[in-house]
């Protein structure tokens, strides 16, 4: 049985031949990330094992949420963050003066790319899939622990195939597709499940579109969302991603729990209502 690119990935990073969903396993990762939120707690973990940390290239550590600081309490947050990064050399710490947005900077700095496994204390870490990597959210002592060891492990996700076809009307992008998508599945319709996009539709999306995408993948529950690498995976990852890639392609015989089609010429720009991203109504039904 063929793999989809999830398991590809994954079986890739643990150095085995090949996986299939509901099996465990333990993976080398290629970036850790954390933000002030999420390091300090994770920085807390790591101390207590007692190593240093297993590769200061492959560590993000992006204070973005509370800076510039709030109050006094936001401003511990980041100097916890500045003087772990000091202390270690983490080459990819990212403070004010050259701050942004983590799941904005990852990609655009280069620092992920096709093939790579990328985890992150932070939900929407999932962003990644755009370029063709696997990357998901965890936990702060998951985190703590693999800014020591540089594993991590898994639980192979089921996969949703998300078919694209149709030519995408001048005023839709990624948000109203994924949107789409979520009120057609649910909030809780991709738990634990990958979500791979597949189709002709899929060239209709820009890098925008699709980091977009990737992002709101959680907010269907998923495990992670990703894209196939083509030609304009290629143009944005060339001369930004510094370190060898392998890109993955899902094979053909590759299994799927579900398959969901959406043609891109019929959607209309939606918008979702309170309290949840899957209370999705076009924007022409509101009053």
């Known amino acids: 049985m063929g793999m989809n690119m ?33 390091a300090p707690p994770a920085i807390k973990e790591f ?7 297993f590769d200061n290239t492959k560590i993000a550590l992006v204070p973005d949420h509370f800076t510039p600081n709030k109050d006094i309490k936001a401003a511990g947050l980041a ?12 080459k990819n710490y990212f403070e004010i003066g050259r701050v942004g947005i983590e799941h904005v900077i990852l990609p655009e700095k280069g620092i992920v790319g096709p093939g790579m496994l990328t985890i992150g204390a932070d939900s929407h870490t999932c962003t990644y899939g755009a ?5 998901t959210g965890v936990g702060s002592t998951d985190l703590g622990v693999a800014m ?13 195939k998300v078919v694209l076809t149709g030519k995408k ?16 599945i649910g909030v809780d319709g991709a738990l634990y499940k990958a979500i791979e996009f597949a189709g002709e539709g899929v060239a209709e999306l820009t890098m925008t579109d699709r980091l977009t995408i990737s992002n709101m993948a959680i907010e269907a529950g998923g495990k992670n969302g990703i894209f196939p690498f083509d030609e304009i995976t290629r143009e944005y990852v060339e001369g930004r991603v510094q ?24 959607l209309t720009p939606v918008v979702a209502f309170p309290h949840l991203p899957g209370n999705t109504h076009p924007v022409s039904e509101i009053g």
């Open 47 to 53: 101390e207590k094992i007692g190593k240093p940390v």
């Open 6 to 38: 999830t398991e590809k990935i994954l079986a890739r990073h643990a150095g085995l031949e090949s996986v299939s969903a509901g099996q465990l396993i333990f993976c080398k990762l290629d970036m850790v990330l954390a933000n002030d939120v999420t």
């Open 79 to 90: 100097k916890t963050v500045r003087e772990f990064a000091k202390k270690h050399q983490i």
């Open 243 to 266: 370190q060898p890639y392998e890109p993955v392609a899902a094979d053909e015989d590759a299994e799927y729990e579900q398959v969901v089609e959406i043609d891109l010429s019929k």
């Open 169 to 184: 009307p001048k005023y839709i992008c990624g948000k109203d597709v994924i949107l789409t998508l979520i009120g057609m």
């Open 148 to 160: 020591a060891t540089g594993e991590a492990w898994f639980k192979v996700p089921k996969a949703i």
């Open 131 to 135: 370029v063709n990597g696997f990357s």
